[in-house]
């Protein structure tokens, strides 16, 4: 049961130009959002995350966007660069009461290829 | 170091043999987190430690896998009696329990291969 679907694993795009990476959730209770980038053999680095009770995050190149009745983010990258290459993965997280932090679900990730 | 360090950072070892990762967190960081990554596959959590707190440990896949924290720091994950499907990539991630939302750092992972 994939609770965060990223349904396209790999997307090529021209450099200069917009990247769109989408993610898909299930669960009702996530209310915090985050998107990772992986180079190989390295650990996933935080990007950019969004909370639930906003629809758009922005950060230099990239934003995030979050429709909550459609349980969709996606993240865009504007312009595009080939160092943007690599794996992204959109996580997702549902706090419990308490407010302490728990784990990560995440989506199985897409490849992004930046053209020069 | 600044980082998440893991060690080794890569494995291998024949079917039934026991495997131990080791995973240094964030000094200071509080809560600590151990994923698996198999090819093609996204991140899966296994366990999660925060502070003195019971350990949280819905994500172990058997009762071969196990993990355990000393100290409030270095972390352990043994895998008993390895078969082949657990070749994966293991990532350790810490962070801070200051605030809402904790950004979690992840380590560079090590990658275990099960012959």
């Known amino acids: 049961d994939q609770q965060v679907k990223q349904n396209s694993p790999s997307l090529s795009v021209q450099e200069g130009r917009i990247s769109i990476l989408n993610c898909d959730y299930t669960?009702?209770?996530?209310?915090?959002f985050l998107w990772y980038k992986k180079y190989p053999a390295e650990g996933p680095t935080f990007l950019i995350s969004?909370?639930?009770?906003?629809d758009k995050n922005e950060d230099g190149r990239f934003t995030v966007f979050l429709n909550k009745s459609a349980k969709h983010l996606s993240l865009h990258i504007v312009p595009s660069q080939p160092g943007d290459s690599a794996v992204y993965f959109c996580?997702?997280?549902?706090?419990?009461?308490?407010?302490?932090?728990?784990?990560?679900?995440f989506g199985s990730g897409t490849q992004l290829t930046v053209l020069p | 170091g600044a980082g998440v360090s893991q060690s080794p950072s890569n494995k291998v070892t024949e079917k039934g043999k026991d495997v131990e990762l080791r995973c240094d967190p964030i000094?200071?960081?509080?809560?600590l987190y151990w994923y698996r990554q198999s090819l093609g596959q996204g991140l899966e959590f296994l366990i999660y430690?925060?502070?003195?707190?019971?350990?949280?440990k819905s994500g172990l896949p058997s009762d071969r896998f196990s993990a355990e924290r000393t100290g409030g720091s270095v972390s352990t994950l043994t895998i008993q009696r390895t078969q082949q499907e657990d070749s994966a990539v293991y990532l350790c991630?810490?962070?801070?329990?200051?605030?809402?939302?904790?950004?979690?750092?992840f380590g560079p992972g090590t990658r275990l291969t099960v012959l």
């Open positions: 991630a810490s962070s801070s329990t200051r605030g809402m939302y904790n950004e979690q750092f």
């Open positions: 669960n009702s209770m996530f209310d915090y």
């Open positions: 969004i909370s639930s009770i906003k």
């Open positions: 996580a997702a997280r549902a706090l419990i009461s308490s407010g302490s932090a728990r784990q990560l679900t």
């Open positions: 000094s200071g960081h509080t809560a």
């Open positions: 430690f925060q502070g003195n707190s019971a350990p949280d």
